[in-house]
C-alpha cells in the first residue's frame, strides 16, 4: 500500500492547465474542485478561502478599535464585544494564519520534493471540508454568544464541535504534508537535501501534530464537563483557562514558522545558487520549532529578579529555554538570508519585499512576547498581548504574499506583475505597525485586554485605539487589493515562461 493516492488529476497536472473554454461547463469546474485531490487545487482553496478570512478578520479587528475608541460610549451591544474578542484571536491564528501556511505547503511541498503527488491527498481534501465546516460552526456561535463565557449553552457546545473539526481538519492536512516530505521524495533525494521550503512546512506540520491533539484532548474534557455537571472545568466562564493557551503565545509561533521557509526560498531564487550555510537555515528553522515545548507542557517561564543571583539564574535558564530559542532561530535565519544578498548575482524580487517584511513582524512579536515574559507577567491582562498576536499573525499574511507572488506561477501558470506586489508589500508593512505597535504602548499603561468600555488610564486613549482601527482597515485593503491582483493575473495574466529546469534550480538553493 502506498501513501500517494493515484488518480487521474493527482498523477498529471494537465487538468490544471487546460483553458476554462474548453471546460465542459461550469458546474464541471466547481465539481472538480469539490471532489479534488490534485495538490495545487487543494492549495488554491486553502490560500483562497484563508485569504477571504483575512479580510473578514482584519474588519473584525477595525470594529474592536472603533469600539475602544470612547470607552464611555459602546457601538456594539455588550453582549456581543466578549465575543468579538475571542472571535479575533480564534480567526487570526485558526481561521487564516494556520490554513494559509498549510495551504501554501500542499500547493508547492510536491513539486519541490518530486512527488507524483500529495500523500493522502484526498484526506487533505477531507481536512479542507473539516476545517471550513468547523469554521463556520465556531463563527455561528460567536454569533449567538456560545463562545468562551458565553451565555447560550447550547451555541457553546456548538463551538466545542466547530472548534473540533477545525482541530481535525488541520491535523489531516498536516499529516498529508509531513507524509509527503518524509516518504514521498524523488528517488536520490535525502532529507537533507530538501528545499528549505519543505523542510520548513514538514517542522511545521509535525509541530502541529505534537499540538493540536493536546488542543484537541483539553477540549474533550471540557465539553464533556459543561454538557453535564459543568462543576469540575469552570463551566462556561472556565473555558480559556483550558484551551486559551492555544490562542496565544508560544501556540502562534508555530503557524509562522514557514515563514522562514518562505523567505529563503526567495532569496535562493534571487542569488541564483546555493545558500551559504545551508545546514544554519535548517537548525535555524529547527530552532523555532522550541515553541513546541511550551506550547505542549502548556507552562510558562519568567525570570525571578527578587532572589539572589542563584534564584535568578535558575529561573533565567527555563525562561531562556521556552522563550527565546525560537527567537535565536529567527534571527539565524534572517542573518543567513542577508548573507547571501551579499552575493554580486544577487537580483531583487519583488516577492522578497513581503516576505522579508513579514518575518521582521514575525520576530517583533516574538520579542514582544520575551518582553511580556521577563517583565513577569507585570503586562498581564493588558493589550500588549494582543499586540503580539497581531504582530506575527500579519506578519505570516505578509509573508502569505511573498509567497503567493514568488510559487503563484508554477502553482497557478501565470505571471503576477511585480510593481503592485512591491507596493502592497510595504502598504501591508505600515498597516501591521499600526494595528500592533500602539497596543505595545497602550499595554504599558494598563490599558485592559478584551475590554472595551469602562476603562481609563493617563494618556491618549483615543489616540493608540484610532491608529490600530486604521491599521486593521488598512490590513483589509490590503489583502483585498492583493486577493484581487492575484485572481486578475492569475486567470488572465502572462502564462509563466518557467522551465522544469528554472523551478528546479529556484526550489535548491
Not at 500517494?4 to 465539481?31: H, Q
Not at 501554501?104 to 471550513?132: E, I, S
Not at 472545568?233 to 483557562?241: D, H, L, S
Amino acid at each position: 500500500m502506498t501513501a500517494i493516492d493515484t488518480s487521474p488529476s493527482a498523477t498529471s497536472s494537465s487538468s490544471s492547465s487546460v483553458p476554462i473554454a474548453t471546460r465542459s461547463t461550469l458546474l464541471g469546474t466547481i465539481g472538480a474542485y469539490l471532489t479534488a485531490s490534485d495538490h495545487k487545487r487543494i492549495g488554491r482553496l486553502l490560500i483562497s478561502v484563508s485569504a477571504i478570512f483575512a479580510i473578514g478578520t482584519a474588519i473584525e479587528g477595525a470594529v474592536l478599535g472603533v469600539e475602544r475608541i470612547s470607552p464611555s460610549s459602546s457601538i456594539v451591544d455588550a453582549g456581543i464585544i466578549v465575543q468579538l474578542f475571542s472571535a479575533l484571536r480564534f480567526d487570526l491564528i485558526f481561521s487564516v494564519a494556520a490554513p494559509l501556511m498549510l495551504g501554501l505547503a500542499v500547493a508547492v511541498v510536491p513539486m519541490q520534493v518530486g512527488a507524483r503527488a500529495l500523500a493522502f491527498a484526498r484526506a487533505a481534501m477531507f481536512g479542507f471540508y473539516l476545517w471550513l465546516f468547523g469554521v463556520v460552526l465556531v463563527g455561528s456561535a460567536y454569533l449567538n454568544n456560545g463562545g468562551p463565557g458565553g451565555g447560550d449553552a447550547e451555541m457553546v457546545d456548538l463551538f466545542f464541535a466547530g472548534l473540533g473539526l477545525v482541530i481535525a481538519g488541520l491535523l489531516l492536512i498536516s499529516a498529508s504534508v509531513a507524509t509527503t516530505v518524509l516518504a514521498s521524495r524523488r528517488a536520490g533525494m535525502t532529507l537533507i537535501e530538501t528545499p528549505i521550503f519543505s523542510w520548513s512546512a514538514l517542522v511545521a506540520s509535525v509541530s502541529m501534530l505534537l499540538t493540536l491533539p493536546v488542543l484537541g484532548g483539553a477540549l474533550i474534557y471540557v465539553a464533556v464537563d459543561h454538557a453535564y455537571e459543568r462543576a469540575t472545568f469552570g463551566a462556561t466562564e472556565g473555558v480559556n483557562a483550558w484551551i486559551g493557551w492555544a490562542l496565544t503565545s508560544p501556540q502562534i509561533f508555530i503557524v509562522a514558522i514557514p515563514t522562514l521557509g518562505v523567505l529563503a526560498q526567495i532569496v535562493a531564487t534571487m542569488t541564483r545558487g546555493k545558500q551559504p550555510l545551508r545546514a544554519g537555515l535548517f537548525v535555524g528553522v529547527g530552532l523555532m520549532s522550541t515553541a513546541v515545548i511550551g506550547a505542549v507542557t502548556q507552562s510558562s517561564h519568567t525570570v525571578n529578579f527578587s532572589g539572589n543571583i542563584s534564584d535568578i539564574l535558575k529561573s533565567l535558564i527555563p525562561y531562556l529555554f521556552f522563550n527565546d530559542l525560537s527567537i535565536l532561530g529567527v534571527l539565524v535565519v534572517l542573518g543567513l538570508c542577508l548573507l547571501a544578498l551579499k552575493n554580486e548575482k544577487a537580483k531583487l524580487n519583488a516577492a522578497f519585499v513581503p516576505a522579508f517584511l513579514g518575518v521582521g513582524m514575525v520576530l517583533t512579536g516574538m520579542v514582544g512576547n520575551a518582553v511580556y515574559k521577563i517583565l513577569n507577567f507585570k503586562l498581564a491582562n493588558t493589550v500588549f498581548e494582543e499586540g503580539v498576536l497581531v504582530y506575527v499573525c500579519y506578519g505570516v499574511v505578509l509573508s502569505g504574499i511573498g509567497a503567493v507572488a514568488h510559487f503563484g506561477p508554477r502553482i497557478w501558470g501565470r505571471e503576477i506583475q511585480s510593481a503592485p506586489v512591491l507596493g502592497l508589500g510595504l502598504l501591508g508593512f505600515f498597516a501591521t505597525v499600526l494595528a500592533s505597535l500602539p497596543y505595545f504602548i497602550a499595554g504599558f499603561a494598563d490599558q485592559p485586554a478584551s475590554v472595551a468600555n469602562g476603562f481609563d488610564y493617563s494618556g491618549p486613549i483615543w489616540l493608540w485605539n484610532s491608529l490600530v482601527a486604521a491599521g486593521h482597515a488598512l490590513m483589509a485593503l490590503v489583502i483585498l487589493l492583493f486577493f484581487a491582483l492575484a485572481a486578475k493575473s492569475f486567470r488572465s495574466g502572462t502564462i509563466s515562461t518557467a522551465t522544469s529546469a528554472e523551478l528546479f534550480e529556484s526550489v535548491n538553493g
